[in-house]
């Protein structure tokens, strides 16, 4: 029974962040595609109809400058020099920037804190942002109807992060775009964030901060921005496989065992 209670404890620490364990790591996000996103209209508060790619996930590839905690999950990335990892979804957080469509020096902070290095620095922000970047795999990208969902869950997003957009083309394909527009799908998302942002563990999801700007530099309105840095993204982290846990998991019991069975030979 014992040695049940080692082992259950020792899956335990495998499970969560080490005490300490550092939450930002440094390293460079290279512009893989557009991903599953696609061109829609969203209207900022001028009254500007912006065309933009939007409405789901880009897709990126990440190098870190040095390796994160084994113990805890972060995106995929490679940590040699010059070397990218395997292409990840990088859902855009940030309507007062474009993306920049080449590699550049970022910051990688866990959702889960501290945030000094994000724009916004609010993690009931980023928590509603990543429920509803959770909420589009369940509409397609094939339909009018189900893009203009995700159009709306993006603009949902985009507002609560910054107060743009204000409303969203319907998709009706109307000759006039002016009498298209509507914040009826959008408000009724940032009710559902504002409803169930609390479900999400923010130990699953990295905020992705172009290094030039932090918590400053928001002057733009989508691809306006004068300050040329990045847009802020959200990714969703890599659960460990079942069978890495288990190896150490049996690695860390067994270390238990034996520093109990040298106790015992001492006494």
Not at 7 to 15: F, S
Not at 103 to 121: E, M, V
Not at 186 to 196: F, L, T, V
Request: one cysteine or more.
């Amino acid at each position: 029974m014992r040695l049940l209670r080692n082992a259950t404890a020792a899956g335990l620490l495998l499970l969560a962040p080490a005490i300490g364990e550092a939450q930002t790591v440094q390293g460079r996000l290279q512009w893989n595609n557009a991903g599953s996103s696609f061109s829609w209209y969203w209207r900022n508060s001028s009254g500007t109809n912006i065309n933009v790619l939007g409405g789901a996930a880009y897709s990126a590839k990440i190098q870190y400058a040095s390796t994160p905690p084994a113990t805890s999950y972060w995106p995929s990335g490679a940590v040699a020099p010059n070397a990218f990892g395997p292409a990840v979804d990088i859902f855009c957080v940030d309507f007062l920037h474009t993306a920049k469509t080449s590699a550049y020096d970022a910051y990688f902070t866990k959702l889960g804190g501290p945030l000094t290095n994000t724009r916004s620095g609010s993690q009931a922000q980023y928590m509603k942002a990543a429920w509803l970047a959770s909420q589009m795999k369940n509409y397609t990208t094939t339909t009018t109807a189900d893009k203009l969902q995700r159009a709306n869950i993006h603009a949902a997003i985009w507002w609560i992060m910054a107060g743009q957009p204000t409303s969203v083309w319907n998709g009706t394909g109307s000759a006039s775009l002016a009498t298209s527009y509507t914040n009826t799908g959008m408000n009724a998302w940032i009710a559902g964030a504002n409803a169930n942002y609390g479900s999400i563990n923010a130990d699953e999801w990295t905020i992705v901060t172009d290094k030039c700007v932090t918590t400053s530099g928001n002057n733009g309105a989508g691809f306006n921005a004068t300050d040329t840095c990045s847009q802020e993204f959200l990714v969703q982290n890599v659960v460990p496989e079942p069978a890495t846990m288990i190896l150490l998991a049996t690695g860390l019991l067994a270390t238990l065992v034996m520093g109990g069975w040298l106790r015992r030979t001492e006494a």
